[in-house]
C-alpha cells in the first residue's frame, strides 16, 4: 500500500462492516491512485469505475441474495421506503450491479431498468432475472429520452462515478418532471480517511481524515475486490444536484435496524452513509411514458 503525507488532522470512529482490508472488524483500506492511475480512473473518462470487471466474481460472492451488512441491516429498508413512497411505475438504477434492488422492484410491481458498465455484473443480473431489463451504458452518458422515467436510483454508486457533475445533470434529465432523484452514497468524511486504521483498547477503529475538500481517487481493497473509489466533499455533490435543477425533499443518515450488534454500535458511532431524495421542477403527480 501506499503512502501519503497528512497532517493528521482529524480523527473518526469507524467500522463500516461492508468491506475487509485489513481483517479487522471489517474495516475497509484505500491506496491512492497516483502517476499509475489507470486512464479508466481519470476525471471524464466515461467509465463507472476502474477494476470492476476483474472483481465481479468476488463483488457477486460477497453480496449474495440480501447484500453486505450496509444493504441489508443500514441502507434496504429506508431506500425501499423512499421508493414506495414515490409510488413509481418506471424506474432507472443506475449502477445496478448485480441487479439486486432491481430485483426487488420488479418484485413490487414496478417496471425497473438496470444499468451498469460492467458485463460481468450485467450477465449476472440477466441470468437471476431472466425478464428484467438491464442495459450496459455509463451513468455520465444515459441513453435514454428525457423524462422517461418516475424515479431514478443511484445506490452506493456516486462514489464510482469519475465524471459525478455529468452523472448527475443526466439523471435530472430522464426523470421526468416532478419525478424524484433517490441517492445512498458514502459520507465525505468517510472515502476522505487516509492509511489504515488505529486500533483501540476496546476494539474501536479510528481513521485520520484528510485533505477533504480535495477531489481524488483512490484504490479500494477487500477480500476478492479491488476497484478504485472516488472521494469528493459533500458540498462538491450537493452543487452538482443544485446545478441540474434539482430540489432536495429529504436527507436522512439511517442507523442499522438489524445485523450483528457490535457492528451495529460501532456504525452508530460514525454513520456511513446518507440517504437524499431530490425532486425535479415542475410536473404533476402523473407517470412518466413507455
Known amino acids: 500500500m501506499h503512502k501519503r503525507p497528512h497532517g493528521r488532522n482529524a480523527l473518526v470512529e469507524v467500522d463500516p462492516g461492508h468491506r475487509t482490508g485489513t481483517g479487522r472488524q471489517g474495516f475497509r483500506w484505500m491506496e491512492p491512485c497516483d502517476r499509475a492511475l489507470p486512464e479508466a480512473c481519470q476525471e471524464g473518462s466515461g467509465v463507472m469505475s476502474d477494476g470492476w470487471e476483474d472483481s465481479a466474481r468476488g463483488w457477486i460472492a460477497e453480496q449474495g441474495e440480501d447484500g453486505d451488512f450496509a444493504r441489508a441491516s443500514v441502507l434496504d429498508r429506508p431506500m425501499q421506503a423512499q421508493v414506495q413512497a414515490a409510488a413509481p411505475r418506471r424506474v432507472l438504477d443506475v449502477g445496478c450491479g448485480e ?5 426487488w422492484m420488479r418484485g413490487q410491481g414496478m417496471e425497473a431498468v438496470g444499468l451498469d458498465p460492467t458485463v460481468a455484473l450485467l450477465e449476472r443480473a440477466r441470468h437471476l432475472d431472466p425478464e428484467g431489463h438491464y442495459v450496459q451504458g455509463r451513468a455520465e452518458a444515459l441513453g435514454f429520452d428525457d423524462g422517461s422515467f418516475d424515479l431514478v436510483v443511484s445506490y452506493l454508486t456516486l462514489i464510482d462515478i469519475p465524471d459525478y457533475a455529468a452523472a448527475i445533470k443526466e439523471m435530472a ?3 421526468r418532471p416532478g419525478g424524484t432523484v433517490l441517492i445512498a452514497n458514502l459520507q465525505s468524511y468517510h472515502t476522505c480517511g487516509e492509511d489504515r486504521p488505529v486500533w483501540r483498547d476496546d476494539g474501536a477503529a479510528q481513521v485520520v481524515l484528510d485533505r477533504y475538500l480535495e477531489e481524488r481517487s483512490d484504490w479500494a481493497a477487500w477480500r476478492a475486490v479491488r476497484i478504485v473509489n ?17 430540489e432536495l425533499t429529504g436527507f436522512d443518515e439511517p442507523a442499522p435496524y438489524g ?3 457490535t457492528k451495529q454500535n460501532r456504525y452508530r458511532n460514525a454513520p456511513f452513509f446518507h440517504v437524499m431524495t431530490w425532486r425535479r421542477a415542475g410536473g404533476g403527480s402523473g407517470a412518466a411514458g413507455g
Open 230 to 246: 472516488w472521494h469528493r466533499p459533500l458540498s462538491a455533490y450537493m452543487r452538482a444536484f443544485l446545478n441540474a435543477g434539482l
Open 259 to 261: 445485523g450483528n450488534e
Open 173 to 175: 434529465r430522464v426523470v
Open 99 to 103: 441487479g439486486r434492488f432491481c430485483r
